[in-house]
Structures are given as structure tokens and as C-alpha cells.
């Protein structure tokens, strides 16, 4: 039977898996509320096995088992199975420390692929241990990590059945491999991931060192080979069907033995990798390297000095022969930062630039290291050209205040290809857009190795080049709108408020009084879910923050085909429908134009007028004095609700003409708010736009007269 369709396996008949509504949620990739609404909707759902408090606890192989027959959930079969083998791994978190944990999980996993068998069974573990001995006789990558599982009587074979669970359920023994080291940061095992930079980051390294050109039995260097990831990802660029020779280095013996493991279950063996204990490969009997990919090791910026780091790339350079390429992550203050001037270390990074070996400077934002959020980081492509080929260009790019995606990396490394497929020149053909080609000779002693300005291919697109219309369309509507104002002023509004006298006082009523009368009607609010709201669907979305007035209407939409399909029995509003919240405070919009989408907990007051003609709601007067009520009775400090609902909130019940005059003036109001709200975003537009143009050298501001 494929293990697709396989009955969810279990650890072993003595031990339970029970998993919690959260844990559920986790496993099947939704949110924690999903789960109970299951087990509440759904007879078939399986019962809780116990309870830790007053939470249930439940059958985690049952509950898979019930996901894969109804599909439920967004996890396919395979990845429910192995989540609920980590989510038992979890648990033998608390009787074996995590690596070592890691260490014989890993290792099974190895020894199962290298004896193509499972690895569980009625041997016992002293058996296995044995076939382990016959493989590893050297104990130089998984012996010694079966040997130290504690309790092993127990525990090991225990663990030999997860590791084949988690190789049935993966496609390849590489990928259960790769899923137990992704869950090393849930076990926290520190010591596996702190130097670990995150995937896009390593993807974008090995991109950069062209590794997958590289020639059958190519030499790929790998210094400070950490736990493996950026070597894996090296050997999965490379989709051809060329065999290259991965040499790697590390100081960690025990991550030296990890990475024997990881890249022997990737297909990778003896005759094509040798991984040894150190800082640098052993490139003497391998030959210097066609590529050097390396992540420099996180040091602390209180012993970290610029000239060491420095120093150590030099290192690294000295194993490039002729037009090789090194690409180097690195701590950004040695790499990027602006150095004292003629200093050691600005001496030995201008040596890298008249050398002409620094070929490319990318300056990553925060993130890189995931385990280190603080630690700034850069890139440099290194490549060692003949004296004769050098051109004296430096290609500089700047990603600090970019996040780190897909899109914004693959750019990059598209412009360092078209850098180097030209020789490291200048290509007028493909001028870089992102990045900036700067002569190295233009950079003063001491200068930050950052872009000062942008490319022309990224200043001067349309959209800049329509800066001086869009500017003179915008002064041309200022003043258009300072004569709109102007008649407005010859026009005052006059409300001609005066004291109520004390024998007419005023009827008062609630919005609860007005749904019993039928003079309003109440619809409620819509769930929508956050991500289903974008800013360029058909209609808009109004929440709280719209109607409370903290964002712009507008902001939110939600596409037709969504809205049609997801939300069926979603209404629009209608023109002049008065939208309520009193979460997290009390607000009340006016929906002008109407055909938009309320999202709960805001809901919609809508005047009917065929009831009472004479005495018929107007909303924004309605809208108003909800306001004014709602001010007395504000929410307390720590209160979880208002002090009254917006049902049982006094408002006058004002006589048609004293409604009509009020309508009138705050239509007035609204208008002319809506024309100073023009005003200053037409100047806002005008500052902007001068400010974007003289600050990327676009505009120049002609003072002559005209």
C-alpha cells in the first residue's frame, strides 16, 4: 500500500501520540479556532483521549487518519505523516538531549539509505549497531552517534521506527533527512542552526558562484560547512547531469560527521565529497577550487575586528586560480561599512579592489541569520582576473532597506551574471538596474562599499520621466481648488444654533426604538479573512479601522471572483447605509456610494423610508449623534467592552424640519472636508514628487522667470 494511503503510523505500541487543538492546527496548517470547529461540526471527528487541564487531548494518528480521509486542512498526506513522527520526536525531547537526539535520528536515516532496508525490526538494537560497525568501520559518520543514545535498549529501536516512518513518508531518504534538521530550531538545538543562514540567502549564494555551469568533476569549496544546508543546496542547483567534487571544511567535528551524513542519503559519496575537521578544505589533493562558497562563522562584534575578517577572506582568495569565483557572506561592518581612512583594514580592502579580485557588494538587511536578527551581513564575489583583463568596476548593491525576498535576490543575481558574462565590463546592452556599476577609482580611502546613487536604467523610467507633467498638473489643481475655496468663503455655513427653550424639550429615542419602529433596519458584519483583503480588488472592505477612521476607505478590497465563490451570501452596501463598530472603539461611517463589504465585528444601520415619510432617518445625522452619545459613555481603561451598547445609546429624536436643516449643513460639511482632504493631498503629491526628483539627481528647479 503507498504510504500516501497508509494507515498513520504509530511510534510504538507503548507510547501515545496525543496532540492538543493547537498541535492540530500546527499539523494541518490552519488556524487554532479550525480544529474545534471540527471536533463541534464534524460526528466523525475522533473522540479526546485525555485531557491535560481542561484541554483535550487527542489521538494524533486518529486525527491524521480523519484529515487524510476528508481532506481537510491545507498539509498533503506524506507531510501529516511526518509532522506527527516530529511531533513524537518532540516528545523524546524530554527524556535525550536534542543533538543527540538529531545526531542518531539523522544517522538511522543514513543507515537506512546506505543499507537500502528499514532500519526497524525484531534484530533488536545490538544487531543494528553491528551492521552499523560493518558500514562505518572507521566511525567516521554515524557509529559513534548510535553508540550515544542513552537508554538505547529503549529508546533506540523506538527511534528506528520514526526513521523509517519518516522515509516512507518522504519521497527520499534526503527529504526525511532534511525534514528532521528543519524541525532543529522547535527541538532548539542551538548548535545546529545559530550559524545557518536562512535558505534564500544560501540559494542566493550558490547562484552567484555559477555552479550549475560548472564541467563534470568540478571542484566546489566549501569552508565552514556549518550543518549542511548551504552544501545541500549547492548540490540540488545542480540539475544537470554532471558529477562535481564537493570539498568542505569545519571546525565542529560532530558537524563534520552531520554533513558526511546529509550528502551520503543526497546520493553524494566517498570517491565525490571529502568533508574534513578545520577551517579550510583539503584543496592539496583535490586541486585549487572552480567555485568557493562560504558563509563566515558569526563572531561577536565586541572581539570581531574588521582587519581579521578581512584577512580571512584574503586567506580564502589565495585558493582561487585564474577567472574562479569566490562568493562570500561575511559581517557587514568589515564588508561594507565605511573603515578609518588609510587604516590597516581600509589598506587591505582597497588591496582587494586594486587587485581588481572584488568584483560585486551586495549589502543584505537584517534577518540573514535568523537566530541573530541584529547581525548586519553582506556579499562579495570575488574572482581573480589577469591584470590585462581588469576594467576597474566594481558592481555595488544596496538590499538594507529591501526585504529579503525571491523576487528582489533573483534580480541581483540576474545583474552579477550579466556582469560577469561580459567580462566583468560595463554592458550598455543590459545596464544593471538595481545595482550600480562604480569605477573603482572614484572611491575615496576609507568609503563605505555602498551605492551613493541609483542606476540611470532605475532613475529614469517613465514614471520619473513624467514628473514635470504630473508636477504642473498638480499645481493646476491647487489652484483650481484655491478658487473652489474661494467661493466656498463667500458662502459662511450658518447653523443658527441657539438655546433650547425649557418648555420645548427635546423627544429622545435609541437605535433599538428605531429597529422596533422599523424606521432602520440592522446586517450584520461579514468574516472575512485577512487574506483575502489586497488593495487592488473590485470592491471595498470596510472593518473597524475604517469605520473608527485610523486607515483611509479604501485601502482594503477583495476581489469579485473571491467574494462570488468564498462569501456567497455576502451584501453589499447600499448608498447612505450607516456602518457601526464598538471594537476596539466606537466609530460610525457613512457609505456614501454604497456597493461596498462590511467586515465583522462592524455591522450596518440602513434607513428605511417607506415606513415613516414624515419621519424618516437621515444618516449622517443618525451617524453624528451616535458619535456625540458614544463619547459620554467611552470605554473604560481595561474595560472589555463599552459602557453601553450602541443599541441602548439616548440620542434626541429630532422634528423633520431641525433634521432636514441638519442634514444640509453636515452634507455641507462633508463636502467641503472632502475639498481641504484634496487640497492637502495635492500638496503632499507636490512635495513628494519635487523632494523623489532632487534627491535622485532627476529634477533641477529652473528659478528663472518664465
Not at 56 to 83: C, I, K, M, S
Amino acid at each position: 500500500m503507498p504510504a500516501e494511503h497508509a494507515a498513520a503510523p504509530r511510534l510504538s505500541d507503548n507510547e501515545s501520540q496525543l496532540v492538543s487543538y493547537a498541535e492540530i492546527a500546527t499539523m494541518a496548517q490552519v488556524k487554532r479556532p479550525v480544529p474545534t470547529t471540527w471536533a463541534r461540526r464534524h460526528s466523525n471527528f475522533p473522540a479526546p483521549l485525555d485531557h491535560e487541564g481542561t484541554s483535550p487531548l487527542f489521538d494524533g494518528a486518529a486525527v491524521v487518519d480523519w484529515l487524510v480521509a476528508t481532506g481537510h486542512g491545507n498539509t498533503d498526506a506524506r507531510q501529516l505523516r511526518a509532522e506527527l513522527a516530529l511531533h513524537t520526536l518532540s516528545g523524546w525531547c524530554r527524556q535525550v538531549p536534542a543533538r543527540i537526539l538529531l545526531d542518531a535520528l539523522t544517522s538511522l536515516i543514513c543507515l537506512r539509505q546506505q543499507l537500502e532496508a528499514p532500519v526497524s525490526g525484531s534484530a533488536g538494537w545490538s544487531a543494528l549497531v553491528e551492521r552499523a560497525e560493518g558500514l562505518d568501520p572507521d566511525d567516521t559518520f554515524l557509529l559513534s552517534e548510535l553508540r550515544a543514545v542513552p537508554d538505547a535498549d529503549r529508546i533506540g529501536p523506538a527511534l528506528a521506527t520514526l526513521a523509517d516512518e519518516l522515509t516512507e513518508a518522504a519521497y527520499a531518504p534526503a527529504e526525511a533527512f532534511d525534514w528532521v534538521l528543519d524541525s532543529r530550531r522547535r527541538l532548539g538545538s542551538d548548535a545546529h542552526v545559530a550559524d545557518e543562514c536562512a535558505p534564500a540567502v544560501a540559494r542566493t549564494l550558490a547562484r552567484l558562484a555559477l555552479t550549475a555551469e560548472l564541467a563534470e568533476d568540478a571542484v566546489i569549496a566549501v569552508p565552514y560547512a556549518r550543518s549542511g544546508d548551504l552544501l545541500s543546496i549547492l548540490h540540488a542547483e545542480n540539475s544537470s547531469d554532471t558529477e562535481h567534487l564537493y570539498v568542505a571544511a569545519d571546525p565542529d567535528p560532530a558537524l563534520v560527521r552531520l554533513v558526511r551524513r546529509r550528502m551520503l542519503v543526497r546520493g553524494v559519496y566517498e570517491f565525490h565529497l571529502d568533508v574534513v575537521e578545520g577551517v579550510e578544505p583539503d584543496t592539496d589533493e583535490w586541486g585549487d577550487p572552480h567555485a568557493l562558497v562560504c558563509a563566515l562563522p558569526y563572531e561577536a562584534a565586541e572581539t570581531r575586528t574588521a582587519l581579521s575578517v578581512l584577512e580571512h577572506i584574503q586567506n580564502l582568495a589565495d585558493l582561487l586560480s585564474a577567472n574562479r569565483i569566490a562568493v562570500i557572506l561575511g559581517p557587514a561592518d568589515a564588508l561594507v561599512h565605511a573603515l578609518p581612512a588609510l587604516g590597516e583594514a581600509d589598506r587591505l580592502r582597497s588591496w582587494f579592489l586594486a587587485e581588481g579580485l572584488l568584483k560585486a557588494v551586495i549589502g543584505l538587511p537584517d534577518g540573514v541569520y535568523p537566530g541573530r536578527p541584529a547581525y548586519r551581513t553582506a556579499i562579495w564575489v570575488l574572482s581573480r582576473t589577469p591584470k590585462l583583463d581588469r576594467h576597474g568596476l566594481v558592481l555595488m548593491s544596496d538590499l538594507t532597506a529591501e526585504p529579503i525576498t525571491t523576487s528582489t535576490l533573483d534580480t541581483i543575481v540576474e545583474e552579477t551574471h550579466v556582469f560577469h558574462a561580459a567580462g566583468w565590463r560595463a554592458d550598455h546592452r543590459h545596464e544593471p538596474r538595481h545595482a550600480v556599476l562604480v569605477p573603482v577609482l572614484h572611491l575615496e580611502p576609507g568609503t563605505a562599499l555602498t551605492p551613493q546613487h541609483r542606476s540611470n536604467a532605475n532613475r529614469y523610467t517613465q514614471k520619473v520621466e513624467e514628473r514635470p507633467a504630473r508636477i504642473f498638473e498638480l499645481e493646476l489643481a491647487i489652484e483650481q481648488l484655491r478658487e473652489q475655496d474661494r467661493v466656498d468663503q463667500s458662502n459662511p455655513i450658518r447653523t443658527h444654533a441657539v438655546l433650547r427653550p425649557e418648555n420645548q424639550p427635546v423627544r429622545r429615542t435609541t437605535v433599538a426604538h428605531l429597529l422596533k419602529e422599523r424606521r432602520l433596519r440592522r446586517l450584520p458584519g461579514h468574516r472575512i479573512a485577512a487574506e483575502h483583503m489586497t488593495t487592488d480588488g473590485h470592491y471595498p472592505v470596510l472593518t473597524s479601522a475604517e469605520v473608527i477612521g485610523v486607515v483611509p476607505v479604501g485601502g482594503r478590497r477583495i476581489d469579485r471572483a473571491i467574494l462570488l465563490t468564498v462569501y456567497q451570501h455576502a451584501e453589499f452596501t447600499e448608498p447612505g447605509d450607516i456602518v457601526v463598530t464598538a471594537n476596539p472603539s466606537f466609530g460610525a461611517y457613512v457609505d456614501e456610494e454604497g456597493l461596498s463589504v462590511v467586515a465583522y465585528p462592524a455591522r450596518v444601520l440602513r434607513a428605511r423610508h417607506d415606513r415613516d415619510p414624515e419621519r424618516r432617518v437621515h444618516p449622517r445625522v443618525l451617524a453624528a449623534l451616535l458619535r456625540a452619545a458614544a463619547a459620554e459613555h467611552g470605554r473604560a481603561s481595561g474595560a472589555v467592552r463599552a459602557a453601553r451598547p450602541i443599541e441602548d445609546l439616548l440620542i434626541p429624536d429630532l422634528e423633520p424640519v431641525e433634521a432636514e436643516h441638519y442634514d444640509a449643513m453636515l452634507a455641507e460639511i462633508s463636502r467641503r472636508t472632502a475639498l481641504l482632504r484634496q487640497q492637502t493631498a495635492a500638496l503632499d503629491d507636490l512635495v513628494r514628487l519635487t523632494a523623489a526628483g532632487l534627491t535622485d539627481g532627476t529634477l533641477t528647479l529652473n528659478t528663472a522667470s518664465p
